[in-house]
């Protein structure tokens, strides 16, 4: 019943940007947080960003702060990452992630729901 269906990444130049999208279904949607969280070859899966959709309380990491920015489009019940600035460090899965209760965390053991990940790929 709950889905998270992300989409977006792709092959980009440093410095370039892309957006992220994570659409979400099976949830009351302005009930829950949504978190985006991304995973690099050898590395552990570490938190980017998340958005409360019920009171707009937003993280981000400190080393996408200023870069990247979060936000919802409710009505469609989805969930962006822009990110701007892009760098090689930045290539990894990005992964979509959602939980029941309105509060944002940065452990992805405080997520209960994921979606398939999507590839950020920044050539240096």
């Known amino acids: 019943e709950v889905q998270l269906q992300a989409s977006g990444g792709g092959l980009v130049q440093t410095g370039g940007s892309l957006r992220l999208s994570c659409v979400v279904s099976g949830l009351t949607f302005d009930a829950i947080a949504t978190g985006w969280f991304r995973q690099a070859p050898g590395k552990e899966r570490e938190a980017v960003s998340c958005l409360s959709i019920y009171d707009g309380s937003t993280y981000f990491a400190d080393n996408v702060k200023g870069r990247f920015t979060i936000s919802s489009d409710n009505a469609m019940n989805t969930v962006y990452l822009q990110m701007n600035g892009l760098k090689p460090e930045d290539t990894a899965i990005y992964y979509c992630?959602?939980?029941?209760?309105?509060?944002?965390?940065?452990?992805?053991?405080?997520?209960?729901?994921w979606g398939q990940g999507t590839q950020v790929t920044v050539s240096s």
């Open positions: 992630a959602a939980r029941d209760g309105y509060r944002c965390y940065d452990q992805p053991n405080d997520f209960n729901y």
